[in-house]
């Protein structure tokens, strides 16, 4: 998950059948133009536009009310936009309703019906398109096979566990081979330790039957490890899009820098704009900070230098440096040790606090920093991330 | 009051200090009294309703059951004793000339048959006004949904004999529906619509409407609106989805529904004696009768005998479905 | 259901709304006629309102009505309650299905039927042991406690059933004894059931015709009675004057008690968004 910079940027730029949205020229799959959805004066979705490819698992990230859900809600017919379309394969989805759209949906409630088994729950999608019934029985026992449910195909919902459930929700949309498979929330109502099974689960049967999901989460941990990419929501706007570690190592705002992992913020302006580096004056770090790439922007403007805690050193002694630039000094505060982690919360000399992260080498170090040393905290040139706004 | 207080005879009194010494110590002795009859708080809480349940409800039947097996006298109280003291024996006279007598004369078995069927078909003319109402309102937006109930129950909380009058003065021959009816040109002269059955049905749906809408809505306001997405999405369209999931989902309701109505409308005796006819018999207007008019006690407890064995199937369903919804309640 | 059948089923309801109040508004209507002909439109005259206050009999028996009303509503909701209690409390106990059935039986027992069976049974407790001596409000009260608490018993259940029962074992633990619990923590939290429940009893006592009619004595005839015996002869101005009156005192009744609720519901809601508002700048604020 924690890529560096340099492995990100040494990605092949040539299209790959992996990574489609890098080829201007591969149509995408799913295309939402200019949507927006408002109830009232409330803009839930606010002009959006998005490009999904066949094949992908898509999350959209965001809190409660950034709008992900409702354009979810759209995408399967629930809504309508109250602007701009939306095509699925080519095809504008406009007027089209909810049952007569190639999608399906997996409810946050996995809405199953409590007065149908499994079975029956399973083959209700295929019922409605007057399939064959030996055609149902086969495709029915194939998908319960898919989510291992075989032997439970005659129970009704109450008499199945959660994760059950949500496996039984998983096949009654999987049965129909749908262009798209929406999710809600898939994991939300399963425990941590199940979540964390079912979400390879589900990115294994993703690969396997290879067809496009699209997914809402608010947990930016999920959308990391399951999604080939993701949007991230805010207000109904879409803030950034992309894979997880382009996301991650290069925010393009602080909204998506924060709500992706944590970050370190120095407010400051720009002093030095050269073609190889740049530096800017943060009066809260206490010291200049130099990033090792040119930057767009006019000397004196106010940016954000975001430094997450891993690229951080920590360090009782004064480390030994060619410049000045990038070196805090402070006192520890508080320690939250994790085991494999330790997470030090640092006061600066200008009252802000910041927090690094190092991970446990050894098992027992004699100059190891305890509450309220003063330590000195250094980054590297390339590991500061500017952002404007 | 736990068991403790039982052996600590202070223990009552030293933790009500704050009622004062001399409530607790009465207390004390009223605890100590009931404790002697061994009815305790808990004891008490579920002797007092249950004692009372079974003296005023379901030992009243075991007399119903006795006296539908005397005889008619001409006395104070006007039966005959079924038990008597002849030469130093218990003697006792069981008379079934009353079960005989009703299911041999046509009236009653007329009468029976006529209450199950007008209380069936009133049933499902009530379910069939009232599943779309409770449907709207469960549906309505929810500010909506408790002034809409609140409207619906209204009339329920005003006199239901003002309410079966009402009807009345509307369906008299000079009254407000047969001059609409003959104004806008359906009809020439005034239908007979008073003291017939179909007046009766009206009488019924009207007034039990209330006791139809209230268990539907209960149910379709709790039903899990993505289920009718989750059918959608899967190809159902919106009116097959209604006959697939919602309806299936709201039979706890219907069941309800129809059983408050049906059971008391068997047993209906106000609606068919103002609204309808003399040839309209109803098992209760029968019974009301032989009782008020006939003076014959013994005759009118064994048509109540016959009654209620027609209702115990009913009302045990009933009793299920509370039960079962009570537990649905709790979870 | 989509937006046009919902639209339908919005006109059934509103239909049906009509239906449900349409007799209700003739009645009040013609209560202002001056004719003696019910249905014939004679002018605007409130003769019959006169009249029913100088109509001895009826004003005696709502006087009856209601001290029978507010009697027996008392002594239903002390029954009820217990029976509520004893049902949503006590889930294990002998005779609990029994229990159970006789009180939801007088829910659906057609009247006729109660009633027959309570007079009898106060015959032959007069007979057996001397108590009750005759029949007269003393039944009629009987009779609508044992009818009406069953009512009251299933609105405390449901509420009971909602109630968190942790709150009641938090008072336990903090040393209140059961019967305290019940008067300090429970009580109150259900008051609501037991003022609807209340107002539902001395409605349904009000309103009670069939089974009085069964257990009353001579002398003691309660308002429906009367009114009972004119209707049987026909429709009459004065019993649309005096249905008026009391439609009247229901719809007002009923109407505060209803806006009372709304307005402390509504009230409770913003409160408890302002609360989470707060609470929201509070942990914007620390972070």
């Known amino acids: 998950m924690v890529q560096t910079a340099q492995q990100v940027r040494q990605q092949p730029k040539k299209p790959d059948a992996k990574e489609p949205w890098l080829d201007p020229q591969a149509t995408p799959y799913v295309r939402i133009e200019n949507v927006s959805k408002h109830f009232g004066d409330f803009v839930a979705v606010d002009n959006v536009s998005l490009d999904i490819y066949r094949g992908e698992l898509f999350s959209l990230l965001g809190g409660s009310g950034c709008g992900k859900t409702t354009l979810l809600r759209m995408l399967a017919g629930f809504e309508q936009p109250t602007s701009g379309k939306i095509y699925i394969d080519g095809v504008d989805m406009s007027n089209i309703p909810p049952y007569e759209r190639p999608v399906n949906m997996m409810f946050q409630s996995y809405a199953l019906f409590p007065h149908m088994t499994v079975e029956a729950n399973v083959a209700f999608g295929l019922h409605q398109d007057r399939v064959p019934k030996d055609e149902i029985d086969r495709r029915v026992t194939e998908v319960l096979e898919l989510v291992q449910l075989v032997s439970f195909r005659k129970r009704r919902p109450h008499q199945l566990s959660g994760g059950q459930r949500q496996r039984v929700a998983l096949a009654r949309a999987l049965v129909k081979r749908p262009k798209l498979l929406l999710l809600d929330e898939p994991l939300g109502a399963l425990d941590r330790k199940l979540r964390e099974k079912t979400q390879f689960e589900l990115v294994n049967i993703q690969e396997e039957v290879g ?29 950034q899009t992309g894979t997880p570690a382009e996301v991650y190592e290069y925010p393009n705002t602080r909204f998506s820098a924060e709500f992706i992992g944590s970050i370190n913020l120095f407010e400051g302006h720009m002093v030095i704009d050269e073609a190889d580096h740049a ?64 997470i030090f919360h640092v006061t600066l000399k200008s009252g802000k606090n910041i927090r690094v992260t190092a991970p446990n080498v050894s098992r027992y170090s004699v100059d190891s920093i305890t509450w309220g040393d003063e330590v000195w905290v250094h980054w590297n040139a390339d590991a500061g991330v500017v952002l404007y706004t | 009051m736990s068991g403790r207080d039982h052996h600590k005879p202070f223990g009552l009194a030293r933790s009500g200090g704050i009622e004062g010494l001399s409530d607790a110590a009465a207390m004390h002795v009223v605890t100590q009294w009931l404790n002697r009859l061994g009815l305790r708080g808990r004891g008490l809480v579920i002797g007092i309703p249950y004692f009372w349940y079974l003296l005023f409800f379901l030992i009243p039947f075991v007399f119903v059951l006795k006296i539908a097996l005397s005889e008619a006298a001409y006395s104070v109280p006007p039966f005959t004793d079924l038990t008597e003291w002849a030469e130093g024996a218990l003697k006792i006279t069981l008379n079934l000339a009353n079960f005989d007598y009703i299911f041999s004369d046509s009236l009653y078995v007329t009468a029976y048959l006529n209450s199950v069927r007008i209380a069936a078909i009133s049933t499902l003319l009530t379910l069939l006004v009232g599943y779309p109402m409770a449907y709207a309102i469960a549906r309505a ?104 999931i919602t309806l299936p989902l709201s039979l706890p309701g219907i069941i309800a529904g129809c059983l408050l109505v049906f059971i008391p409308a068997v047993g209906e005796f106000v609606i068919p004696e103002l609204l309808g006819g003399p040839d309209t018999l109803m098992i209760g207007k029968v019974l009301w009768q032989e009782f008020f008019s006939n ?29 079962k919804q009570q537990e649905a309640e709790k979870r | 259901m989509n937006a046009r059948g919902l639209g339908l089923v919005f006109l059934w309801l509103w ?32 003769r019959w309102y006169g009249e029913l206050m100088h109509n001895g009999q009826v004003l ?15 002594g239903a909701v002390v029954l009820g309650t217990l029976a509520g209690v004893t049902l949503s409390r006590f889930p294990v106990f002998r005779g609990r ?9 007088p829910l659906v027992m057609p009247e006729v039927i109660s009633g027959l069976s309570m007079l009898l049974l106060f015959v032959s407790m007069e007979q057996l042991v001397g108590w009750p001596k005759g029949r007269g409000m003393l039944t009629i009260i009987l009779t609508h406690i044992t009818i009406s608490a069953a009512y009251v018993s299933v609105i405390v259940q449901s509420r009971l059933v909602s109630l968190d029962a942790s709150i009641e074992e938090a008072a336990m633990d903090l040393g209140a004894r059961p019967t305290r619990v019940f008067m300090r923590i429970t009580l109150p939290i259900i008051a609501p059931a037991l003022v609807s429940g209340w107002l539902l009893s001395f409605t349904l006592s009000v309103d009670d015709l069939v089974s009085s009619s069964f257990v009353t004595g001579p002398g003691a005839s309660t308002l429906p009675m009367v009114i ?54 509070e942990n914007t604020g620390m972070v």
């Open chain 1, 279 to 342: 530096v800017i004056e943060a009066p809260e770090a206490g010291c200049q900070i130099m990033i090792s790439h040119g930057i767009t922007g006019t000397v004196g403007s106010r940016v954000w230098v975001g430094v997450r805690p891993e690229k951080m050193k920590i360090s009782k002694a004064v480390p030994a440096l060619e410049n000045e630039y990038n070196l805090l000094s402070g006192k520890v505060i508080e320690i939250a040790y994790l085991g494999d982690i330790s």
């Open chain 3, 15 to 46: 239909a049906g709304l009509v239906f449900l109040y349409l007799p209700i508004v003739t009645l009040i209507f013609y209560s202002f006629n001056d004719s003696k002909l019910v249905a014939v439109w004679g002018g605007f005259s409130t």
């Open chain 2, 141 to 244: 937006e929810r500010s909506w949904r408790a002034p809409l109930l609140m409207l619906v129950i209204l009339p329920f909380w005003t006199s239901f004999l003002i309410r079966v009058y009402a009807w009345m003065s509307l369906l008299q021959d000079n009254g407000l529906v047969n001059s609409v009816l003959m104004n806008i040109g359906i009809i020439d002269s005034p239908i007979r619509i008073l003291n017939t059955d179909f007046a009766v049905f009206l009488g019924i749906v009207y007034s039990y409407l209330p006791f139809m809408i209230l268990p539907l809505y209960s149910t379709l306001e709790k039903m899990d609106l993505s289920l009718l997405e989750a059918a959608e999405d899967l190809g159902c369209r919106p009116f097959k989805a209604f006959w697939r």
């Open chain 3, 97 to 105: 299905v029994m229990f159970s059935g006789l009180i939801s039986a």
């Open chain 3, 60 to 74: 005696d028996a709502a006087l009856l009505s209601l001290e029978i009303a507010v009697i027996s509503a008392c």
């Open chain 1, 211 to 239: 067809i496009t999901f699209v997914m809402v989460t608010h947990d930016q941990e999920e959308a990391m490890t399951m999604s080939t990419r993701f949007s991230v929501m805010n207000a109904g706007k879409i803030v």
């Open chain 2, 295 to 323: 003076r014959d006690w013994p005759v009118a407890s064994a048509v109540a005998i016959a009654l209620l064995l027609l209702l115990v199937i009913p009302i045990m369903i009933f009793q299920h479905v509370q039960a």
């Open chain 3, 228 to 281: 009972f015996s004119k209707v049987r002869l026909g429709v009459s101005p004065d019993i649309n004057a005096l249905a008026t009156i009391i439609v009247l005192i229901v719809t007002v009744g009923v109407i505060s008690g209803g806006w009372y609720m709304v307005r402390s519901e509504k009230r409770r809601e913003l409160e408890e968004r302002m609360a989470y508002a707060e609470g929201e700048k």
